[in-house]
Structure formats: structure tokens, C-alpha cells
């Protein structure tokens, strides 16, 4: 974190940047983006998102895999996110020197049913060390079907949920991002191209210093900004 100006050289994010079991990230969700764009991409870029207010905030956490209901199905994982937003939603996750997958997640489905659903492949969420022009591709997807019994619903004999998506990742700028409270932050901002089921998306974030990072997106929901 720096308190004011702006970044005088490029960030590299390495796996010592990621979350470890304990820590608390806090994140808040904004939803008046009146005069908010993405900015400019480029070097020693100053975005601004001073003017944001917060309507909500909640702290995630990370913790062990094995504390989380739904571990079994996900071996591989050393870590796991839990998400308090989404009703307690945990992220089964695979922490290495080089990326970070996520191996899947146990979210709600309505009426108090939790649904367990790996990715095949696994969704990688970051690759290290990233820097200024990074860039790297990725393919995920997963295909369940919950039987009646585990959606709590006897009307339904069984469904099929499922999803197939690639991705085109480039780190296309780096700088400093104001935020409300006269706080001032080091960023990388990321460029995602989404291709899913016939529909692109071309979606801008910007990540720092700590996992779930100040995030603009532009896409076909339009504009949208979550602060951490």
C-alpha cells in the first residue's frame, strides 16, 4: 500500500503475494459507477475511483481445504477461499510457485442446498511471476447433474448444469489506483477476453498486492466495480 502518488516502477506479483489459511480479505460492492470508466492501459498509468462509495462490505477468508464441507471431492487442494457474500461459498483452491487453480467450489442453490461442483479442467486464476505484458491463455469448464435429492426440490427428477469457457489473459497496465478515503494502491490492471458458448466479453481488472483486488469490468452487463 503507498499513500499518495503515484508508482515509479512495475509491479511483478509473485506466489508470496497470494492469501494464506488465515488471512481476511475485505471487500466491499459498489453499485452508483456514475462517470467510472476503465481507463487507459500503458505504464505508470493514475486510474481514479476515488469518487466510489461502498454500499456493502464483508471479509472472505482463507482457510484449510479439510475445513470446509465438500473437501473430499477436491484432493488436490491446499487452500480454500471462503466466500460470506454468497452464503458461505468456498473455493477449493491449488497454491503453487507458478499459478493458482481453482479446482472447483461448494456453493448454494436455493432453498439451503449447497452443490458441489469440480472444474475439468481446473481454472487458473494467476500465473507467477506476473508482470507488465504477461500474458496466458486458459480453458475450464464442468458439467454436474444433481439428482433431486440434492437439490431439495421432489418436482425434479434430475438436471444438468454446465459451462465451457476460454479465456485470453494480458496484464496490459500498470500504475496507481485512487480509491475512496484518500487511499492509494499499487496495480496491475488485467485484460480478460471471455469466450463462452458463442458469447465474448472483453473484461479489465485491475490486481495488486493481495488476492481479491479493486476490480472494473466491462461486458455485456455493462459496468460494474467491487473494492477491496
Given at each position: ?12 506479483l ?13 471487500i ?6 456514475s ?52 452464503d458461505?461459498?468456498v ?22 442446498v ?63 489506483l ?5 487511499r ?45
Amino acid at each position: 500500500m503507498l499513500a499518495g502518488g503515484a508508482a515509479q516502477a512495475q509491479i511483478t506479483l509473485t506466489v508470496d503475494d497470494f492469501g494464506s489459511v488465515g488471512d481476511i480479505v475485505p471487500i466491499s460492492d459498489v453499485s452508483q459507477l456514475s462517470g467510472v470508466t476503465p481507463g487507459a492501459a500503458g505504464a505508470n498509468v493514475v486510474w481514479n475511483f476515488s469518487g466510489l462509495t461502498p454500499d456493502t462490505t464483508y471479509n472472505d477468508k482463507f482457510i484449510l481445504p479439510g475445513d470446509a464441507a465438500g473437501a473430499d471431492k477436491f484432493p488436490a487442494a491446499n487452500l480454500a477461499l471462503m466466500q460470506m457474500r454468497t452464503d458461505t461459498s468456498v473455493i477449493f483452491i491449488n497454491k503453487k510457485s507458478d499459478g493458482i487453480w481453482m479446482l472447483g467450489v461448494r456453493a448454494p442453490f436455493g432453498q439451503g442446498v449447497h452443490l458441489t461442483i469440480p472444474f475439468a479442467p481446473a481454472y487458473q486464476l494467476a500465473v507467477f511471476p506476473a508482470t507488465y505484458q504477461t500474458k496466458f491463455n486458459r480453458d475450464f469448464s464442468f458439467n454436474i447433474t444433481p439428482s433431486a435429492g440434492e437439490m431439495g426440490n421432489p418436482g425434479v427428477d434430475s438436471m444438468m448444469i454446465m459451462s465451457k469457457q476460454h479465456h485470453e489473459i494480458v496484464f496490459d497496465g500498470w500504475g496507481t489506483l485512487k480509491l475512496p478515503e484518500n487511499r492509494t494502491v499499487d496495480r496491475l490492471r488485467q485484460q480478460r477476453v471471455e469466450h463462452r458458448g458463442g458469447v465474448l466479453e472483453d473484461l479489465r481488472l485491475l490486481v495488486g498486492l493481495d488476492v481479491v483486488g479493486d476490480v472494473v469490468q466491462t461486458g455485456g452487463a455493462g459496468l460494474a466495480a467491487e473494492l477491496e
